[in-house]
């Protein structure tokens, strides 16, 4: 009877102990939801930003500067710094450690701190980069780079191969097909009949028809055929390996580890789901992209909302939210709270694969929720710089990558700009309000200068944009992340969460391509330095705004200050109110020549003036360039050249006719047997193709042109020899003399050494450079041309290695500005009465 009643007595006591923990957990979450509806007070005086604690600053500094230099030295050049760095963080320590400096005296010791933290931060990359081999790539594939001929490499893939579509240039067969792309290292590579041991990574390409029936997860061991040509210096990949034979594996292909089993059935789950939530789901839990095509990818690109598809810091902020939120309600303390986030958060990265970009995610995301969730954002600021420093020690390559770039300036705007510019907004708004406009403005700003220099163009929404979706992304990361490992163990409940999190991913995906719609959606900024000077100039002004930078000191600093102010808050307004979407893009008048974005491709336009335009070249897909000529508002084309008959050059001439008139059809074949291009224009009068031949001229407007090859007889491998290279001159008002254009098509290099030899290649302003930039296009015709600028029409992320650092050596060795597509999007070149200038749209959006 006793036992009875002490039992009742215990669980009367639970039962009032559980009522007293939901009353105070309903306490808390009005409390919480009335200060997130809060106003401030507009007279309450501005807090104090105080100092901000930038210790860090000079090892962040000279690690980064060095990471960046360091992946472009060999061995040797490596090893010197490294000594050398040490030796002068040895010598700044003992400066610093002396308590006198002789007549210096000893005020002057802490100024030793600064040179000894950046050298020793700096030596330590060196000795890392050493360590790892990374100046020790072998001479064979330098040499297989420079000779393009195909050497035979045992490999091992180091992540999961990617898929693509691409075109087969050098077929005749235009027909799309399946491509992949995977980061692997070679292990061992044949030379004279041996194999030579290597350890380099490598970018290796190669067509689904060539692969193994089985799948090829990472840690397969392969044998391969393939060319090499050299990626851009400092490259994580020094080389891209493009494949020539079947791919050989060498021993059982590698069971799928469990996680990455775990994410293949969260792939297949959401097959199910409405588009476009089936293909932006994955992406959105774990960064994988494989569902998503190119259309959708450049719809959230413009909307600003791409970056939601990779995994980020915000993912880990929010895994490790949700866990400290449900062990608060549960009572926990404030140490096993920190513990089961951190075993939450490395839960997630084993997860979603332990790659660089997730590390990467891991720290930022935990140093933002610090920074944005905390009352410690001055310590938040050197966790920060710590945290560049480990991870460019641990991965020095980090330093050039603009992922890592945009991560690191995103959080130190959300620490710098995000909660003061809360506060100052939360005068006008609700605090749940205003700091999700201040998280988002903060992080556009402070990465604005890495977005221009990527790509001079802004969008216009994006802010709006990341505001309207902010709340689904919570949702969907916490109910896709508990899906993947559900799914396993009890496959309806795992069903559940994926509808949960897919249908807010539809939402997304249906937002994105509505936004990427709008009129104006994506405006032009300033190209070149200007545009990063300007960039970086609203960050300072920000910063001077808010009070984190002191302007000066003296009389006129609260009158700096307001002026600051004034400033930053027309640019704000100008980023988050889409007030320029109501003036429509000027129409261009003075443009000379434009390279279209066409993708992996080329697609050009030259002025005629009032008889119209020439087009040369028209890109895989006629989407591309009939947007190219609607922007620059060509009704009419004079002429359109076919260089030659791959469908990288012809594939989109129906885009041409269809909206405009086209009086004359030219091209150039090596087949006699194939059909000639054909036209419809949108005047009812086709044009009947003309086959040209060195020598041809002809004009239309102001425009004059020649035909210098292909030479009847001459050179010739492939189709790509027998294309049209045309010099165009232009006659410019104000100009002494015509703007010259030289358009080489896709010619290699023995041809295009024919042409040179016979002196038929002179001096030109502009150069199309040939073949996209390939080693194959030749290095003779930079110095003979010796152009102003040359324009590079090449896809971005391509599988062929465009262009190749052989091309572009060959150019910067000439002092020749390069301009690329891939880059820029579709670049201007046009004349401002004194010279050419160059102003570009950014990546074109869907028409």
Known sequence: MCTGKMDSDAWADQAARSKRNLAHAQLRFAGRLRESLARSPKNEAEPEPGPIDMRGGWAMAGAWAAALGGVRL????????AIGLWLAAGVALLALLRPRHGRIGSAATP????????????????????????????????????????VRVQLEFTATPRAGTAVNRFSEDPREHTQYTVEARVLRMAEHGSWLGAGVPVHLSYPASRAPAAPLPAGSSLEVLARVSAAEPGAREPFWLNAVSDLLLVGAVREPGVFEGLRSRFVQACAVLPEPGGALLPG?????RSGADEELNDAMKVAGLSHLTAVSGANCAIVMGFVAGACRLAGARRAPTLLLGLLALSGFVLLVGYEPSVLRAAV????????????????????????????LAYD?????????????????GIVLIGRPLAVRLNRWMPALLAEGIAIALAAQIACLPVLVALNPSFSLYSVPANLVVAPFIPWITVAGTLGVPVLAVFEPAGSALVWLAGMPATTVGLLGTWIAALPGALRPWPAGAAGVLLAWGIVLGTLIGIGQVDPAAGTWKSRARLAAQGVVTGVLLGLLLPVTALVPTPAVDDW??????????????????????????????????????????????????????????????EGVGPRRSVDALYYSMADSTRAPPAIEAASGEDPRAEQLGSGATGGAGAVSWRVLGPLPGGVFTDENDASLVIRFEIQVPGSARPISLLATGDMQ?????????????????????????????????????HPSLALISVGAGNTYGHPSETALRALEENQVTVLRTDHRGTIVVGWNGQGLQVTSWGPDPPP
């Open 74 to 81: 060999d061995a040797a050049g490596q090893a010197a710094w």
């Open 111 to 150: 100024s030793f701190a600064a040179p000894a933290l950046c050298c020793a931060a700096a030596a330590l990359i060196f000795t890392q980069l050493l360590l790892a081999g990374a100046g020790t790539n072998p001479r064979a594939l330098h040499a297989a780079a420079a000779t393009g001929e195909p």
């Open 284 to 288: 959105m839990v774990f960064g994988d």
């Open 364 to 391: 930022m995301g935990s140093i933002a929720a610090v920074g944005v969730h905390s009352s410690r954002g001055r310590k938040a600021m050197a966790a920060l710089m710590l945290a560049v420093v480990l991870l």
């Open 396 to 412: 020095p390559w980090l330093a050039g990558e603009p992922a890592f770039q945009l991560s690191a300036l995103a959080t130190a």
């Open 592 to 653: 000379l020549v434009v390279s279209c974005d066409v993708g992996q491709g080329d697609g050009m336009l030259v002025n005629a003036g009032e008889a119209g335009a020439l087009v040369i070249d028209t890109g895989r897909e006629p989407g591309p360039i009939d947007e190219c000529l609607r922007r620059m508002q060509v009704k009419h084309v004079a002429a359109v050249f076919i260089t030659h008959q791959h469908a990288d050059h012809d594939g989109g001439l």
């Open 749 to 785: 290099e023995e041809a295009m050494d024919q042409l040179i030899g016979k002196g038929l290649v002179g001096q030109a302003d502009i150069l199309k450079v040939a073949h996209h930039g390939a080693a194959n296009g030749g290095t003779r015709t930079a110095p003979v041309v």
